[in-house]
């Protein structure tokens, strides 16, 4: 089939570079001639494991290809995904721009028949907005041409993007004409494996479907994460609870992890504009207020932790910092609990020595020439000369570090663990104090 992506930003290059490894024609359309340079030379903008094989392999085989040309792109794919950005504007709901100009080119310039497939994570009722504005480019220039649009959100993971998509647990599809889902149905085949992974619905429920699984997500960790906060005072393991919980099948055990914190570019984002959605509608969200409240709590939960330990003033004292990134696997630090750690440290007088595995780069790009802020080579580079050390990012080579040498180079040998990567017993055999969250 031949496929358009509108955007090539984390998910626009993923879903295109996993369609045409399906066997479909893509064509990638980009604003940034800079990203489509980056792209035609066989670079990757983003971080996103194994992402470059498949561009790569595909752009080799002549299915893959990138444009700035809206014309091209539009005359190009049957099916034209939007997979734009959709940034928070001051009130928490998502700034529609970007998607409804992507809308209004398609109908300016398109002469055959389309199906408009929103990818972008958008607000309940975006569909209609979509279908009102090519329909208003279509009646300005006095031609009558079918077209259908659907909502199908992805549900890609950072990190795991590429398998995500390859091996979706589910492939929703909200459309309301036949033409469409069978188009789409087409286009999906080959992802279908033992079981039909297609829930097909209505536009509205699977714009709602987006929102709802990001926001049950977030109220889990929220909730685990307030239990730990209650299992630091009751004396009790949160770790022990989880795991008495999770075995439950009506709980399970994924996302139960409490931690410093959610971020990234989803939860926080699609919280907010579904609390916005709520109230629009009347129908506050009370429940989901308080995920979102009780998160901006759990950011600071490290700092507490500090400020327990050290007191309030912390000026002329270091912290290695290993983890900058919002979880491992990226280098994306949007709504990273790293960048509240770093700001109430730097309040309180204190210097940061960082790592991060890939994110570092991005640290650079976001504090700018920040002198109170170090970058190490490496984690135990880090520590040299610092007071003590606090993780935020659980990546896999934080997991078995050499503690003997931590409680040597640490003037006070103390860790605080957002992450929960040890258990208890092994940095304190080593005479370190660990503090990490919810346990004893
Ligand atoms: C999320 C959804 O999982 C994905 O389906 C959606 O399409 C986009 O949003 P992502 O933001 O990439 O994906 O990351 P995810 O792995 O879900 O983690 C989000 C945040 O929650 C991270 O900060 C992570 O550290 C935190 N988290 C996750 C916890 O604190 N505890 C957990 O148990 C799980």
Redesign the pocket.
């Known amino acids: 089939m031949k496929v358009t992506v509108v955007g090539t930003g984390y998910v626009g290059l993923v879903s295109g570079a996993c369609l045409a490894e399906m066997g479909n024609d893509v064509l990638c359309l980009d604003v940034d001639p800079q990203k489509i340079r980056i792209l035609k030379d066989g670079g990757i903008p983003i971080h996103e494991p194994g992402l470059d094989k498949v561009v790569e392999r595909n752009v080799a085989a002549g299915r893959l290809h990138f444009t700035t040309d809206v014309e091209e792109a539009v005359r190009f794919g049957t099916i034209q995904f939007i997979a734009v950005g959709t940034p928070p504007d001051e009130d928490g709901s998502a700034d529609l721009k970007y998607v409804l100009a992507a809308a209004r080119n398609i109908g300016r310039l398109m002469t055959d028949y389309k199906v408009v497939v929103d990818k972008s994570t958008v607000p309940v009722g975006t569909a209609d907005k979509v279908r009102a504005a090519i329909a208003e480019e279509l009646q300005a220039r006095g031609v009558d041409v079918n077209f259908s649009v659907v909502s199908n959100p992805?549900?890609?993971?950072?990190g795991a993007a590429v398998e995500d998509f390859m091996k979706p647990d589910r492939i929703v599809v909200g459309a309301d004409d036949d033409q469409a889902i069978y188009l789409m149905r087409a286009l999906y085949a080959p992802f279908q494996r033992n079981h039909d992974k297609l829930v097909v619905m209505d536009v509205r429920s699977a714009e709602l479907t987006k929102y709802a699984?990001?926001a049950m997500?977030a109220t889990r960790?929220s909730f685990m994460n307030e239990l730990a906060l209650l299992a630091e005072r009751l004396g009790a393991d949160i770790e022990l609870v989880r795991q008495g919980i999770g075995s439950d099948p009506r709980i399970g055990y994924h996302?139960?992890?409490a931690?410093c914190g959610?971020?990234?570019?989803?939860?926080p984002k699609d919280v907010k504009a579904l609390i916005k959605t709520a109230a629009d509608a009347g129908q506050g969200l009370k429940v989901l207020q308080a995920v979102e409240d009780a998160n901006d709590t759990q950011k600071l939960v490290l700092v507490d932790k500090i400020v327990k330990r050290f007191g309030e003033d912390l000026s002329g004292m270091k912290f290695a910092l290993w983890g900058l990134a919002?979880?491992p696997n990226t280098d994306d630090m949007r709504e990273a609990t790293s960048r509240v750690v770093v700001a109430e440290l730097f309040k309180r007088g204190a210097v940061v020595a960082a790592y991060d595995p890939v994110a570092m780069d991005e640290a650079k790009r976001i504090f700018g020439d920040e002198v109170r802020l170090s970058y190490a080579t490496n984690p135990m580079h880090a520590i040299e000369g610092a007071d003590a050390l606090v993780i935020v990012t659980e990546w896999k080579e934080f997991r078995s570090p050499d503690f003997e040498r931590i409680q040597r180079v640490l003037k006070s040998p103390v860790i605080f663990d957002g992450r929960n990567l040890y258990d208890p017993k092994l940095p304190r055999s080593f005479g370190l104090e660990y503090l990490p969250i919810g346990r004893p």
């Open positions: 992805e549900f890609l993971k950072e699984a990001n997500l960790i996302f139960l992890y931690g959610y971020g990234g570019s989803c939860f919002f979880k």
